[in-house]
């Protein structure tokens, strides 16, 4: 575990050795001789050097398992369901044990004996959550939503503020979530860099097309800064589905304000083209008005 670790910390892959240290951590995970220490570590740093093995994973999954919830700290889950939403594996089983271990540490009734949970694993959680499409966890998301209500929006990271932006808009998060994540934006808008403001203007469009009144006023000083701060961003394409989690492309397209006609792409028509032959009616593209986005085939 400490020699992966130390691989995905100074971004070194050498596939032979990854190989070799993933086969042998699989059968030590089958074995139940590793802590829950041991398994963040693998797990985390595999996929961090982008090694994604399901076979290994499965069995780091199940091996996480069976470790009673009161034993798994916030950090460990965090770094257990980040591994499984960068390899995309849903594993229902493995993400209700671990929101139960962390609605256990929130309590203060694990063995870490802090019911703390830091501005880091706020946002690694709610995106992990988010990518996982884990929106049944009702419970889990409540209280991470409780915690980053109290939190302060300095306390977050720029890329964290973003993530959670995003997240609440995957997970349908409403109310004072928005709130709060409008505020964080607010904070650490200036310094965001092009990732995470690609995951802003996801949250802004999103709250534009579900009638967030005190979001959606696109002549906002804080939306024209999000949008000035970034200009290429206005062509980016981006998806608010959690199997994209921003980083391809996706069925909404992030278009610049003031485009007054539509410009669907030849793959957008193909698709519409495909689409109206199954007897569907399509738009192939169309202006949101609110926004100022245009939107793929609706």
């Not at 030590?28 to 001789?33: D, K, P, R, T, W």
């Not at 309590?107 to 880091?120: K, L, N, V, W």
């Not at 394409?237 to 921003?246: I, K």
């Not at 007054?260 to 793959?267: G, H």
């Amino acid at each position: 575990s400490m020699v992966v670790n130390a691989m995905a910390a100074i971004q070194w892959r050498d596939d032979v050795l990854l190989r070799r240290l993933a086969v042998r951590a699989g059968k030590l995970a089958a074995e139940g001789a590793l802590d829950v220490t041991a398994i963040a570590l693998i797990s985390n740093g595999l996929t961090t050097l982008k090694f994604h093995d399901v076979w290994v994973m499965e069995l780091l999954g199940r091996a996480a398992r069976a470790i009673p919830p009161r034993q798994i700290g916030v950090k460990h889950a965090a770094n257990i369901l980040n591994a499984l939403a960068r390899t995309r594996l849903r594993d229902d089983r493995l993400i209700r044990h671990l929101g139960v271990a962390v609605q256990r540490q929130a309590r203060g009734e694990g063995t870490d004996g802090d019911s703390d949970i830091s501005a880091q694993s706020l946002s690694v959680l709610f995106h992990a959550l988010a990518v996982l499409d884990a929106r049944h966890e009702v419970e889990l998301i409540r209280v991470l939503t409780d915690r980053t209500l109290k939190s302060d929006v300095s306390d977050h990271t720029p890329a964290g503020a973003a993530l959670i932006a995003w997240s609440t808009a995957v997970l349908e998060l409403g109310g004072p979530m928005r709130t709060w994540v409008w505020a964080a934006v607010e904070r650490h808008v200036a310094v965001m860099d092009r990732d995470a403001l690609t995951q802003v203007h996801q949250f802004l469009l999103d709250c534009a097309l579900s009638d967030h009144s005190n979001i959606t006023d696109v002549d906002s000083p804080l939306l024209l800064l999000v949008r000035r701060s970034k200009p290429s961003l206005t062509s980016s394409s981006s998806s608010l589905s959690p199997s994209s989690s921003s980083v391809s492309g996706g069925s909404l397209l992030m278009g610049s304000r003031g485009l007054s006609t539509p410009d669907p792409s030849m793959t957008q028509r193909d698709v519409a083209a495909t689409l109206c032959e199954m007897g569907f009616a399509v738009t192939q593209e169309w202006i949101e008005q609110r926004s100022g986005y245009s939107v793929d085939s609706a």
